[in-house]
């Protein structure tokens, strides 16, 4: 396939980037022939397709008119895709708009992530709702066995948390690394996403394969808060992992979470 002119590829992507629906409509219709479209809708500028571009700036009548002329809602381009880029950049009517013309809601790029991870990474609250409400699984996992409550609680996403907790989302669902929600909220320091697990029923005794707990992984990191919290629970400070190790072994060299420890045995 020849290669389309590098002007007309800028002025395109140019129209693509201002959003100019009119124009791209113009230029694809009456000024190119099907062979000059053909090697365009495939080019790249900058590393996006030209539909790609359209959905992760939100272009919605730009993405209506380059899929009505053939663009592949699924191109793979740096290990993304303009269907993940709508739902990472919560799009949420481009989203829809893929959806209904097709878009296998499950599809992922090569680590696994699909669209619903990302959208729970970038606390894209619209989004996750409406693949939710879309039967999107909440247990699907990455390659590396991360599923999307696991991206919000890491983020610190409290609102992505409750949606997909509602939807029956597990908290202890492990990762390939010993992480979980749980886990990760507790060791990230995030303390409004903790309290609502606790509220909704959490273990707060909840450990991975290696023994690790919330009060061990807070201890751990230093989110004194977190730590604060769970002993206000009734965390037990005598738990150890499999390595033997307690929480207040883990805090070693940090003054106010020893004390905290200690203050409970």
Partial sequence: MAQPDPDLVEHFFSLIQAGDAKSVRSLLYEHLTKSQWNSLRSATLEGSSPLFLAASKGHLEVCKVLVARGADINQKLANSSPWLQACANGHLDIVEFFLEN???????????????????NNGKTNVVHFLLSKSARTDRTTNNGFPPLLFAA??????????LVAKGADRDQESNNGRSP???????????????????GQNIEAANSDGDTGLMYASRKGKSNVVHFLL??????????????????????????????????
């Fill in 102 to 120: 097709d878009q296998d809601i499950e599809a992922a790029d090569s680590d696994g992530v699909t669209g619903l991870m990302y959208a729970s």
């Fill in 232 to 265: 206000s629970k009734g965390a037990r400070t005598d738990r150890t992992t499999n390595k033997g190790n307690t929480a207040l072994v883990l805090a070693v060299g940090n003054k106010l979470i020893v004390e905290l420890l200690k203050s409970k045995r």
């Fill in 154 to 163: 890491n983020k610190g996403h409290l609102e992505v948390c409750k949606v």
């Fill in 182 to 200: 749980w886990l990760q909220a507790c060791a990230r320091g995030n303390l409004d996403i903790v309290e609502f697990f606790v509220e909704n």
